[in-house]
């Protein structure tokens, strides 16, 4: 995973201006449900009842700040432009982790790692809509800064 993981950083820094880092995030498996358990975790009950049920759309990745890890669902392969657009996706979370940068609210950390993906994925003639159902529109809606 190792060498996967530098090539993505070096990619993510070619083609987004991202500093390159060497301290790489550890990579687990885990179900759908945990995630969702650990994304909403934070998040208090009457507020997660309040979430749009467009935004709650199963989590297929996921990146933790605090453990520096990334997680991925248990039937990951990699062997996919889809697969490995998750983890370029998350890679850009971790990045943007230990190279803090300022974005208006929460949400807006999503744009340029929603971004990576989707340049990824049109590099082999896939995209965020035809392999995910997620159009421009949907990215608008969940990275909209609300408050």
Partial sequence: MEPLLTAIVLWLSANFGLLAIHDLPRVERMSSIEMTNLL????????????RVD????????????R???Y???????????????????MVHHMQNLNPATFEC??????PAYEAQEKWLNMFGHSLKKDFGIDRLTILMTTACTD
């Fill in 72 to 90: 991925l669902l248990p039937e990951w392969t990699g062997q996919t432009p889809a697969d490995l657009s998750l983890l370029v996706h998350e």
């Fill in 106 to 111: 929460p949400q807006a950390r999503e744009r």
């Fill in 68 to 70: 520096k890890t990334i």
């Fill in 40 to 51: 909403y975790q934070n998040i208090p009950a009457d507020q997660r009842q309040a979430m």
């Fill in 55 to 66: 935004q709650q759309r199963p989590v297929l990745s996921l990146y933790s700040v605090e």
